[in-house]
């Protein structure tokens, strides 16, 4: 449902800024994705996913040892739970 709603959205996109009929849309966006995931396209989604993943881990714990570690309201996980309640 959520990937239908995606792509719908991308050939609405496609129908208004380039004035392109919505079927015409629909049928090469989805030939453009089968033809890139064909030639090596799903490999690479794959890599960039787990990249992107690794990024986020690492923001996420950047900023976690920055608020618990050095923040001087917070300090602790006790603190903050006590901020909290």
Sequence with gaps: MVTYACF???CRSCERLTGMN???AYFLLSIGTV???VFGGLRAT????YHHSICHHLHLQ???FHTYGTSPEIASLARM????S
Aim: charged share 5%; glycine share 4%; hydrophobic share 50%.
């Design 22 to 24: 919505i079927l015409a």
């Design 46 to 49: 794959f890599m960039y996913t």
């Design 35 to 37: 033809v890139y995931v």
């Design 81 to 84: 739970c006590a901020h909290t």
């Design 62 to 64: 950047s900023f976690i």
């Design 8 to 10: 719908s959205g991308r």
